[in-house]
C-alpha cells in the first residue's frame, strides 16, 4: 500500500511549468520524499529528492510543505520529452526498497 | 550516479522454461534490488539481494519460482521459472546511489512468455 497520493494524470502545454502534486500525508520524519519518472517501458529515472527544505536542480524543482504532508514537483520548461509517468515515493534513506504508487501520468501538448 | 548493465533488454520464451537475467553495477553496493512491472501497472519489489546472503522475498514471491543469486558486490542475477504468460513483464533491477542519493534502475528486461 503506497503511502502518496497523486492525481491519475496532468496536461501541461510545451514550454510551460508543469507542477505535479503528491499527497504524503503519513510521512515519517526520516523519510524523503523522491520523485522518478518512467518513459515509456524504460527503467524509472531518479529526478530529485528532498527531505524538508525546497531542493533544485537540473531536472526539476522540489517544493516540500513545512508540515511536510505535501509537495509538488516543478518542471519549469515542460517539453515533449518530458511525457512520462511520475512517481513520487516516501522512503527513509539507506538502503530501504521503494513502494510504487500508481504515478501520475504527464502528458506534454505540443 | 551509478550505472547498471541489464541483459538481456526483451526476450521471448516458452512457458515451461526458464530465463536468467543479469544486472551489473559499476561500483559496488550493499543491496540489489529487483522489481517486476506488469503490463499497464507500477513497479512491485520482488526481493532484496544481499552479497553472502539468501534474498529476502516480498509477499506473494517464492524462492522457487524467482531464485537469485548475489555472488559478489556488483553483480546480481534473477531467474524466472517455470514460466508461464502470467510472468510476462518488464524486471528491473535497483541499487541505492550513494553519492546522488535516490536509486539507479537498469533499463529493464522485457519478457514475454507464449
Known amino acids: 500500500d503506497a503511502k502518496t497520493t497523486q492525481p491519475p494524470s496532468m496536461d501541461c502545454a510545451e514550454g510551460r511549468a508543469a507542477n505535479l502534486p503528491c499527497n504524503h500525508s503519513t510521512i515519517s520524519g526520516n523519510e524523503y520524499v523522491y520523485w522518478y519518472r518512467q518513459i515509456h517501458s524504460q527503467g524509472p529515472q531518479y529526478i530529485i529528492h528532498?527531505?524538508?527544505n525546497n531542493e533544485t536542480n537540473e531536472m526539476a524543482s522540489l517544493i516540500i510543505t513545512e508540515d511536510r504532508k505535501s509537495s509538488t514537483l516543478i518542471l519549469p520548461h515542460a517539453t515533449l520529452r518530458d511525457t512520462a509517468v511520475y512517481y513520487c515515493?516516501?522512503?527513509?534513506?539507506?538502503?530501504?526498497?521503494?513502494?510504487f504508487g500508481t504515478g501520475t501520468r504527464l502528458t506534454i501538448i505540443p | 550516479s551509478a550505472v547498471i548493465s541489464q541483459k538481456p533488454s526483451r526476450d521471448i520464451c516458452q512457458r515451461g522454461t526458464s530465463l536468467t537475467i543479469q544486472c551489473q553495477v559499476d561500483s559496488q553496493v550493499t543491496m540489489m534490488f529487483w522489481y517486476r512491472q506488469q503490463p499497464g501497472q507500477s513497479l512491485t519489489l520482488i526481493a532484496t539481494?544481499?552479497?553472502?546472503?539468501?534474498?529476502?522475498?516480498e509477499s506473494g514471491f517464492v524462492i522457487d519460482k524467482f531464485p537469485i543469486s548475489r555472488p559478489n558486490l556488483t553483480f546480481s542475477t534473477l531467474t524466472v521459472s517455470n514460466m508461464s504468460p502470467e510472468d510476462s513483464s518488464i524486471y528491473l533491477c535497483?541499487?541505492?546511489?550513494?553519492?546522488?542519493?535516490?536509486?539507479?534502475f537498469g533499463s529493464g528486461t522485457r519478457l514475454t512468455v507464449v
Open positions: 539481494a544481499n552479497q553472502g546472503s539468501e534474498a529476502t522475498y
Open positions: 535497483s541499487v541505492e546511489d550513494l553519492r546522488r542519493g535516490g536509486y539507479t
Open positions: 528532498g527531505l524538508k
Open positions: 515515493i516516501v522512503s527513509a534513506f539507506g538502503n530501504e526498497k521503494l513502494t
